[in-house]
């Protein structure tokens, strides 16, 4: 999660609608819509999201949403009072947005009688089958139900990758396999095959290309992940610390944000980087947060759970290098050399990225790293979440066709 996200607004609007369209996009579609985007779960890059896409989008967007905390609790109750917020809005939607926190059976069931033939788009930034739990959660395949659910409730659905695309199908058509029937496995099929992928997107005008660390100064690491069980910090800490007792000289900047919990043994890694840790902890402003990003060689994920890659992402967008493990999102946005089979591959890449110092630091690698992330710019994003409300608002579920493209996937 990064800065640059509203607070969290407890009355649920985050915001006045967007400016409408602008040049080509008013030839493209002269009569905006009105959007209104529902959102448990307003904080984050969920916020940040939905915030980019209002100040960019060619529509009104308007931002319906709760604070973020409880979130099982937001799944199972925010569905009636954010209905009744809708009932009481001013703007009539021609489209609505909700995220994979609403339970859109629920919503669609309290709305006011004249909204509910609405069209909706369900947008999953998670789910909540495949979410890796730091404890046993007998609830979680309740709440990935309810995903299930929502997908079946929706007019259109799309993800934030494929990869995220085509884990939530395989764990939620194994959970209807394990149900009794009736169950709606041939149904929730036919919708997943119209499912799109719209990339979540960065702002790019928020993370400028850095030049890198001081000419002199060792190997320089970005880590900028939640410092949670997911993201797998003590797991970047613990090669780190493998690659430095074998000899390599590595600088340390740890710029995830952290939470009353974090992972246990993290504290006491970062204390034995000593010096070696140049910071600890969360920037909240974006400048200085992209300030530090662009004095950095590398960025790294250790994540064992990641349905899109905004940080890495970030990270190329201020000329770092990434280094990636070959699995999850990553293989949809990098090259195969930018990435790693496991520890012992991490560990071994970090190796070599010390003894080649000068390599990272070319102005060439660094603007070529930027254009890697020139195709996940949030104008693009804002184009295509456009482009879906507006087939929407043209036709019913069955007229919906799968996009594909620079920011979708077949």
Not at 212 to 221: A, F, K, Y
Request: charged share 20%; net charge negative.
């Amino acid at each position: 999660m990064r800065a640059g996200a509203p607070q969290d607004i407890e009355n649920g609007l985050a915001g006045e609608p967007g400016p409408g369209p602008t040049g080509y996009r008013a030839i493209m579609s002269p009569a905006p819509l009105n959007v209104l985007a529902i959102e448990p779960w307003l904080g984050g890059s969920h916020a940040r999201f939905l915030e980019t896409w209002r100040r960019l989008s060619g529509h009104k967007v308007e931002i319906l949403g709760l604070p973020a905390r409880h979130w099982q609790w937001r799944m199972e109750a925010a569905a009636f009072t954010l209905a009744q917020r809708v009932g009481q809005s001013e703007q009539t939607p021609d489209v609505i947005v909700a995220s994979d926190y609403v339970d859109l059976p629920r919503l669609r069931g309290f709305l006011p009688p004249h909204l509910r033939s609405t069209p909706v788009l369900l947008y999953l930034h998670e789910n909540q089958l495949t979410y890796p739990d730091q404890d046993p959660d007998p609830d979680r395949n309740h709440y990935g139900f309810t995903n299930v659910l929502s997908c079946l409730a929706a007019d259109a659905i799309a993800f934030n990758s494929r990869f995220h695309r085509q884990d939530f199908h395989a764990a939620a058509r194994a959970l209807l396999q394990r149900l009794p029937s009736p169950a709606p496995r041939k149904e929730f099929d036919e919708v997943m095959a119209n499912a799109q992928v719209i990339y979540p997107g960065i702002d790019l005008n928020a993370l400028p290309l850095g030049a890198g660390p001081p000419p002199d100064s060792p190997l320089r690491l970005a880590f900028n992940h939640r410092w949670e069980h997911d993201k797998d910090p003590v797991g970047f800490l613990n090669a780190v610390l493998e690659v430095r007792e074998a000899g390599a000289t590595i600088e340390v900047v740890m710029l995830g944000e952290s939470f009353e919990r974090t992972p246990d043994g993290l504290a006491e890694r970062l204390e034995r980087l000593g010096s070696t840790l140049l910071w600890s902890g969360f920037k909240p402003d974006q400048a200085e947060y992209a300030r530090a990003l662009g004095e950095c060689d590398l960025v790294v994920s250790t994540a064992r759970h990641e349905f899109y890659g905004i940080a890495l992402l970030e990270g190329l967008a201020c000329g770092c290098s990434p280094l990636a493990p070959n699995r999850l999102a990553y293989p949809e946005h990098l090259p195969e050399e930018d990435l790693y089979a496991d520890h012992a591959g991490l560990c071994a890449a970090l190796t070599r990225a010390a003894t080649q110092v000068s390599r990272w630091r070319g102005s060439d690698l660094r603007a070529g790293r930027r254009e890697l992330a020139q195709s996940h710019a949030a104008e693009q994003t804002a184009l295509r979440l456009d482009a879906a409300c507006e087939a929407l608002r043209g036709g019913s579920r069955e007229k919906q066709v799968a996009r594909s493209g620079p920011l979708g996937g077949p």
